[in-house]
């Protein structure tokens, strides 16, 4: 079973010609290129790459390019508008281009991104994703209840969780109870619409690496989901302030908590399953 990544973001230097948005406590760089020798260096197959929304908002053009360059190696998710009347358009159009395996929504308290999860934007996003067949990845960490009250009024449409659902940090430490929220993520499985990205967990540890504190709290997590709807990932560049990428991918593939069938599964087949995509190094 290939190891697949279900989230990482990758983007060029800031330059005039390609300026970030925002400036996020992130390398200062990493291409495709950089992420692909990332990968190489700790036996990762592939990638979801999710374009980032804080240095390129909703423009997936650097993604397209790096798809382009590494075909096999990354599938592309793109950040969708929902104050864009014509969204479903845009949509349709993501879906001819090659690579493409899913859209992403943000639903934080964040200023400038709080809405109600009946936001008509939302609803044409959620009812296009259904037309297009696209999985709908959602952001609503700090926001849980929101994000289950948008999970159930689009039942036909299938969403995959980011990050656990849980906040996490930018930097050290972690919070103070980080995994408080688990017995509303535990109750959320019960909805069928929805996998679940075990994303960033590392940056949740107050242990140093490689976290054993971590396996307490995602246990009730595999119990209630499924390992076949858990999807592992690392959300570099995110991160990079808590710990590297080979930090954030050593701890699954080393501990003994996991049978090697729950590992080949967390590790890649779940995400395989969700995206519809394997990476291939041909």
């Not at 999985?135 to 009024?153: A, M, Q, S, T, Y």
Request: proline fraction near 10%.
């Amino acid at each position: 079973m290939p190891i697949i990544d279900s989230q990482v973001h990758v983007y060029e230097a800031n330059t005039p010609q390609r300026p970030w948005h925002s400036v996020p406590n992130w390398p200062p760089r990493v291409n495709g290129d950089d992420m692909v020798a990332a990968m190489d260096k700790v036996g990762v197959d592939g990638a979801i790459f999710i374009s980032a929304f804080s240095i390129y908002q909703y423009d997936a053009s650097y993604a397209i390019e790096v798809q382009r360059a590494h075909p096999g190696r990354f599938a592309l998710v793109k950040p969708v508008n929902p104050d864009d009347p014509n969204v479903a358009d845009v949509i349709g159009e993501w879906k001819k281009t090659p690579g493409t395996v899913g859209i992403r929504i943000m639903l934080t308290r964040d200023p400038g991104r709080e809405r109600a999860p009946d936001d008509p934007g939302l609803d044409r996003i959620a009812r296009a994703a259904v037309k297009y067949d696209f999985p709908v990845n959602v952001l609503f960490w700090g926001n849980l209840d929101n994000g289950i009250k948008l999970i159930d009024r689009h039942p036909d449409t299938r969403f995959i969780i980011d990050h656990i659902g849980l906040m996490q940090p930018r930097v050290p430490p972690a919070p103070a109870e980080p995994w408080a929220e688990v017995p509303k993520i535990v109750d959320l499985a019960r909805r069928k619409n929805a996998v679940i990205k075990i994303s960033g967990a590392c940056t949740l540890s107050h242990k140093p690496f490689p976290y054993p504190d971590i396996w307490d709290p995602l246990a009730r997590i595999f119990d209630a989901w499924g390992f076949e709807r858990c999807l592992w990932g690392t959300d570099w560049t995110r991160a990079f302030a808590v710990c590297n990428y080979e930090q954030a991918v050593e701890p699954f593939k080393m501990t003994d908590r996991l049978t090697a069938s729950e590992r080949a599964m967390l590790m890649g087949g779940a995400t395989a399953k969700a995206y519809g995509w394997s990476p291939s190094k041909s």
